[in-house]
């Protein structure tokens, strides 16, 4: 089993629709987790971060965090062709002693909006 | 403020060769990671700097791969002898807090390097 599992698309969705991103980690005691967007040959982009339970809101983009099931989403509203992306899920399972950070990624989900 | 710089952008060299890859993290952060991302596969971390320590290196994947920070500035990783295998994209982010899980990485425009 990977560590942090995402599927990998391509995720299609009309322009103005939302696009649901979804991933899945195996750590339980994992802590904090993010989403990155990674245009084609650029470096990836932090786009949001949770760390607690529930739902975090930034303009057009939710994340959603459950850890009882091991379960982070991103939400993208009203998506545009720029945001045709791959979106990348990292989990931190560094030493919660706070000495290291190492993200651990997921495969990616590649997004397409249509125009 | 200048992002994460890395250098060279494309490196083509033959199996067995020497290449050293440079990593300019932002200005006045202590941590300084390396991550690799192999064709079809998730990128994956190699090792992490603060400051010139290196704090863990449990993603290294053999001794042909050397990193350095001398200084504490900005970071080397070589890969002597380069095999086929070491092909990818080579990642350098960076954060500016000592510990705590609540620390957002920023990432360089990677390094692509192919082993023929």
């Known amino acids: 089993q990977k560590e942090v599992e995402q599927n990998s698309g391509p995720l299609s969705v009309p322009e103005g629709a939302i696009a649901s991103l979804n991933c899945t980690y195996s750590?339980?005691?994992?802590?904090?987790f993010f989403w990155y967007r990674q245009y084609s040959g650029k470096s990836p982009e932090l786009i949001m971060s949770?760390?607690?339970?529930g739902d975090k809101e930034d303009g057009r983009f939710t994340a959603q965090l459950n850890k009882a099931s091991q379960y982070v989403s991103l939400l993208i509203r009203d998506s545009q062709p720029s945001d045709s992306a791959t979106y990348l899920c990292?989990?931190?399972?560094?030493?919660?002693?706070?000495?290291?950070?190492?993200?651990?990624f997921g495969t990616g989900t590649l997004l397409a909006v249509q125009p | 403020e200048a992002g994460v710089t890395q250098f060279p952008s494309h490196s083509v060299i033959e199996k067995g060769q020497t290449v050293t890859l440079r990593c300019d993290p932002i200005?006045?952060?202590?941590?300084l990671y390396w991550y690799r991302r192999v064709m079809g596969k998730e990128i994956k971390f190699l090792l992490h700097?603060?400051?010139?320590?290196?704090?863990?290196e449990s993603g290294m994947p053999n001794n042909r791969f050397l990193a350095e920070r001398t200084g504490g500035t900005y970071s080397t990783l070589k890969v002597q002898p380069a095999e086929l295998e070491d092909s990818g994209v080579y990642f350098c982010?960076?954060?500016?807090?000592?510990?705590?899980?609540?620390?957002?990485?920023?990432f360089g425009p990677g390094t692509r390097l192919t082993v023929l």
């Open positions: 990292a989990v931190n399972m560094g030493d919660y002693g706070g000495a290291t950070n190492k993200l651990i």
């Open positions: 949770i760390y607690s339970n």
């Open positions: 700097f603060v400051k010139e320590s290196k704090q863990d």
């Open positions: 200005s006045g952060h202590d941590n």
């Open positions: 750590d339980r005691g994992s802590q904090s």
């Open positions: 982010a960076s954060s500016q807090r000592i510990g705590g899980l609540a620390d957002t990485q920023y």
